[in-house]
């Protein structure tokens, strides 16, 4: 009995330095990952502030100096609470485009498009994946999915494509970060949809 003894302590001593050493590990480890996540995730804040990501997904008010991003909604897209006015198709056939007054829709040959909700929301990307939201950017595909129509103007997908994995990485982390907002944007619209 006392040598089962003595061999459980000489385990106990020779197994519990080793456990105790990974664990302070593993807690670095995980501190370094979440470290890595919040770099990514300001990279993000960074790159969608200077690409112009607001500029067309941020619904806005009129404010003492123009145009103003409503906080509470920002990255949101077009407001499904907006009605839907129908566009002066004149001006289309002349070869203009035409913007919404706070830019979150558009006008032109294809029909009307309307910017997509970018919050966390199940109703934005929420549920993406960042393998659809590369291949979004990258091949311009609706939602990020294989087969689906082609993204509509004015999305610049063309340029952002030329973005890097990381910078992509990084925008994707920050979107999968905001502030969800229930929002579904209405379904773009062709000319025969419009008449």
């Not at 558009?106 to 590369?134: D, Q, Y």
């Amino acid at each position: 009995m006392r040598k089962n003894y003595m061999i459980s302590c000489i385990i106990a001593m020779a197994v519990l330095p080793a456990f105790e050493a990974c664990t302070p590990t593993a807690a670095k480890d995980e501190k370094k990952v979440n470290q890595d996540n919040k770099q990514l995730v300001a990279r993000g804040e960074y790159l969608v502030s200077v690409i112009g990501c607001d500029d067309c997904h941020s619904p806005k008010r009129m404010g003492p100096m123009g145009p103003e991003i409503i906080p509470e909604t920002r990255l949101s897209g077009y407001p499904s609470s907006r009605p839907i006015q129908k566009p002066d198709s004149n001006v289309t056939k002349q070869g203009w485009i035409m913007l919404g007054p706070d830019l979150t829709s558009a006008v032109g040959p294809w029909g009307m498009s309307f910017t997509a909700n970018l919050t966390s929301s199940e109703t934005g990307i929420g549920n993406w994946t960042e393998e659809n939201f590369i291949r979004a950017i990258r091949k311009g595909k609706f939602k990020g999915l294989e087969g689906s129509r082609d993204l509509l103007p004015p999305m610049p997908w063309f340029v952002y494509k030329n973005m890097t994995d990381e910078d992509l990485k990084s925008i994707f982390a920050f979107l999968k970060s905001t502030k969800p907002v229930e929002n579904i944007v209405p379904n773009a619209k062709l000319w025969e949809d419009l008449k």
